[in-house]
């Protein structure tokens, strides 16, 4: 089956430490996109690639870091200096945005980290 | 800038009642498409429509139904006679380069 896979559902570190959000696609889309969710509010984008090698900052991209080394992997680490790091994080897939035509975007199982 | 705007913060109806989720927009751009998604409590959003920019037509799919009005910017989601398990967050979203959300509106369906 194609689709996004988040990997842990749940994730617990203690503060300081980096951690690393793995987010892997089969549906073999150009795009990826990492979210950010907190309680009550709503998704607001923190790196987005649209090639291999290449990404983009979103809104809120200080604190973290990604890479995307390969066209099916966005993995997102949350470095020490994001102040705020407990949230909900989103993965995203899709077509190009530029055709528009046949533009789709799917979201994967999210991410819970909890950092103490 | 591109913006999204979803006033309604919670909503809560009893079951069998109709209820619309509003949710207006800005930007410049000629071309862009909107969303709607649904968040149950399980946290993936799940797609539930796309209209583009170029096509005004309203959209019934059984329950479900969207008001697009370009004139006043919004793009609203009507649900027909409620369920309990309509029960769930609901998200609008404005794509044109990159995809930017509302805030949501949370919808709690009473039995």
């Known amino acids: 089956d194609g689709g996004i896979t988040q990997s842990p559902k749940y994730l617990f570190r203690k503060e300081g430490q980096n951690v690393t959000l793995s987010c892997e696609q089969n549906?073999?889309?150009?795009?990826m996109y990492w979210y950010r969710q907190d309680p009550g509010q709503g998704l607001r984008l923190i790196y987005y690639?649209?090639?291999?090698?290449?990404?983009q900052k979103g809104d809120i991209a200080e604190g973290y870091s990604v890479s995307r080394e390969k066209k099916e992997s966005f993995p997102l680490t949350v470095t020490s200096a994001q102040k705020n790091p407990t949230a909900f994080y989103l993965c995203?897939?899709?077509?190009?945005?530029?055709?528009?035509?046949?533009?789709?975007?799917?979201f994967g199982p999210g991410t819970r980290l909890t950092v103490t | 800038a591109q913006k999204v705007t979803q006033a309604q913060t919670e909503i809560s109806v009893v079951e069998k009642e109709d209820v619309t989720l509003d949710c207006v927009y800005e930007?410049?751009?000629?071309?862009?498409?909107l969303f709607w998604y649904k968040q149950p409590p399980s946290g993936e959003l799940v797609f539930l429509i796309r209209?583009?920019?170029?096509?005004?037509q309203n959209e019934i799919s059984g329950r479900y139904s969207w008001n697009f009005q370009k004139s006043t910017s919004s793009f609203n989601f009507t649900i027909t006679a409620s369920q309990v398990v309509d029960s769930a967050v609901y998200f609008c979203?404005?794509?044109?380069?990159?995809?930017?959300f509302g805030a949501g509106t949370r919808l709690t369906v009473k039995p």
């Open positions: 995203a897939s899709s077509t190009l945005p530029g055709d528009r035509v046949r533009y789709e975007q799917y």
């Open positions: 549906l073999n889309h150009d795009a």
């Open positions: 690639s649209q090639i291999v090698n290449d990404f």
């Open positions: 930007t410049r751009d000629t071309t862009y498409y």
């Open positions: 209209r583009n920019s170029f096509d005004e």
């Open positions: 979203a404005l794509l044109n380069n990159d995809m930017r």
